[in-house]
Each structure stands twice: as C-alpha cells, then as structure tokens.
C-alpha cells in the first residue's frame, strides 16, 4: 500500500498520555514505583508509533532509563510521545515524562527515554514504515541526533 509510505510529520503522530497515580502504584517507599513509569512510557512509545506507521508494532530494545526526581502518589503523570526516527521497518519514539501536583499545578520533568519499536505486518514480519518529514530546524536536530543513537545501538548489538 504505496500511501501508507508517503512521509509525515513527526507533528501527525505527536501523543500524550495522562494518568494519576494512585496507591496502588507505590512502592514501599511510598513513592510512584518505577516499574508502573516504565510500563506507561513503552505503551506511549508504542502509541506514537503505532499512529505513525498505521501498523502493530513490537518493542525492540529501550534505552536506559534514569529517574531524576521521585513521582508522589497523587500526582498526575504526563508522558509526552513522538517518533524521533525511522528506518525501514524500525522507529525510534522518544518519551518525555513530568510529574504535576494538581493542586499547585508544579510540574517537574522527571525522566527521557528512548525505545525503538518494529511494525510488523498481518502475518507478525517486520514491515515498511513511513519515512519521518523535518517541519522545522528542530525536529531536524532532533533526527540527527535519534540517528546516531540509533547507529551505536546497531554498533553494540
Ligand atoms: C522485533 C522483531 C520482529 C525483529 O525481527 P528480526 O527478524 O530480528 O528483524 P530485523 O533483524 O530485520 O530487525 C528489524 C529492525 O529492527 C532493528 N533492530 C533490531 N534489533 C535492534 C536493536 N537492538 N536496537 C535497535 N534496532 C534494532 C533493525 O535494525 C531493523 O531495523 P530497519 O528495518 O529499520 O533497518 C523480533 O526480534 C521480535 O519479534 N522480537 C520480540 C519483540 C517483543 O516481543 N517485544 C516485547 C518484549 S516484552
């Protein structure tokens, strides 16, 4: 299907996921545990990507993952999605995630991840992905540096 592989913007598939945390999101400490974090940021990775390629996609590999401020129960947990690169069948989406206290609208950015997914056609193979359109300088910038990120995943594996 030729259509589906005409270029887009990253601005087409660009995603947000919201979600308050709850008590049974804690973690001993009584803090947001990091395994429901991760959970959220791979389901919105998978949404941008799916949004872009029109297709199932499957998670690859994913970056590490640095917490740079704890999430408090109670607090709203934003997650800010978008496909930074793309390859044939691969993509990469990065996921920015904040923490807002909805009483005093406070919010802080607690972490950056990136995750490269596959889209997989009606049989469960890799399949051809719409190549990524630059809009502006930045998400220029921004594929530049998702490329070489990619290359040194490629360079490790
Ligand atoms: C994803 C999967 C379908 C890929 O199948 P494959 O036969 O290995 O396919 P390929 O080697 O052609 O790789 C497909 C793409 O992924 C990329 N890729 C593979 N491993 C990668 C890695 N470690 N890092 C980054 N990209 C990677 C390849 O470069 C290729 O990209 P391109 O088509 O844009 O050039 C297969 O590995 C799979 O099913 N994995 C399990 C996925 C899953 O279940 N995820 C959830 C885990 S809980």
Redesign the pocket.
């Known amino acids: 299907m030729p259509e589906l592989l005409t270029p887009k913007p990253i601005s087409a598939s660009r995603i947000t996921l919201s979600q308050l945390m709850h008590l049974e999101h804690a973690n001993l400490l009584g803090n947001v545990h990091g395994g429901w974090i991760m959970k959220l940021v791979d389901e919105a990775g998978a949404l941008t990507c799916m949004r872009h390629s029109q297709r199932k996609v499957?998670?690859?590999?994913i970056d590490s993952m640095d917490f740079r401020q704890p999430i408090r129960i109670g607090d709203l947990v934003i997650l800010n999605a978008e496909v930074s690169y793309?390859?044939?069948?691969?993509?990469?989406a990065t996921v920015e995630v904040h923490a807002e206290n909805p009483i005093t609208g406070w919010q802080t950015h607690t972490n950056t991840a990136y995750l490269?997914?596959?889209a997989?056609d009606d049989v469960?193979?890799?399949t051809?992905?719409p190549p990524l359109q630059a809009e502006t300088e930045e998400d220029k910038q921004k594929m530049a540096q998702a490329q070489e990120r990619?290359q040194r995943?490629?360079q490790?594996?």
């Open positions: 499957v998670t690859v590999t793309t390859g044939r069948t691969s993509m990469e490269v997914y596959v997989l469960g193979r890799p051809l992905v990619q995943r490629l490790q594996k």
